[in-house]
């Protein structure tokens, strides 16, 4: 009389069959995954923020199922030469004498733009097929303090295109933050500021990042625009703007012209929160 031995043992490979074909195509689900890389570069504002408290929170709102990964390369009091090795060059084209320069340049390395090339070849390894590669720089405030501001374009395109190049990535997307308002009444500020703006506006692939409303500080009863942000509301608010930025030209949409795409700075969320506060003291009244 035949035994029940031979259905059980074929329904016990048919269960683990299905097993394995349930978890490759979870595997393969996963590999197939939209993953976006952002690079953070530049000085101390951009060193400032903590991609974890205001980028990547709004990032992964934005994103929803799709990842998000980022790079960060930023150094306090940095001019642009320091990503830059034709800085020299192109300062001399533009007519920068030799004081500024010297001021300038202090004969010092290039020492963030291989870092960059470094930790993206690492996060090839860990995702070899990017959906897409955004740039966001916050730089600039060295080089119109000390008087460069004359060839700050020019350098600032041939990074951008250094970068598409070498990252072998053409599509590469950009999001530059215009340095702030805190001296406006010099020349070298206002300049810098512009060349941010064209660059951002001339690229298709560009957008930008306000930041005027990020520095207000009140001092001796005056409020003052300082050249950095608020802590911590300021920087978490500039990481929502880049991501928000990204996003939108990720996703063929149009970047926020105004350069604060949907949120409220400082000054309206305290307006806000001074609001929730009052009526809450009226409803416990």
Known sequence: MPTSRPRSSMTKRLTLLTLLIAASATVAAQTDKPVHLFILSGQSNMQGMNPETGFMPEAKQLFKDEEVVYIKVAKGGQPICRWLEEWLDIAKENGLDENHRRRIHRDGKVEFYQPILDQYQEMLKKHPKLTSVTFCWMQGERDANGGAHAPYKDALKLLISNLRRDLKRPDMNIVIGRIGDYAMDRPSIVAVRKAQREIANEDPRGAWVDVDDLNDREKDGKIINAVHYK?????????????????????????????????????????????EAKEKRKKSA
Do not use: S, T, V, W
Not at 249 to 274: C, M, S, V
């Open 231 to 275: 802590r911590p509301e300021g920087y978490i608010i500039l990481g929502q703007r880049f991501a928000r930025q990204g996003y939108a030209l990720i996703k063929g949409k149009k970047p926020a012209e105004n350069g604060r795409p949907g949120d409220q700075g400082p000054q309206e969320i305290e307006k806000k929160q001074n609001k």
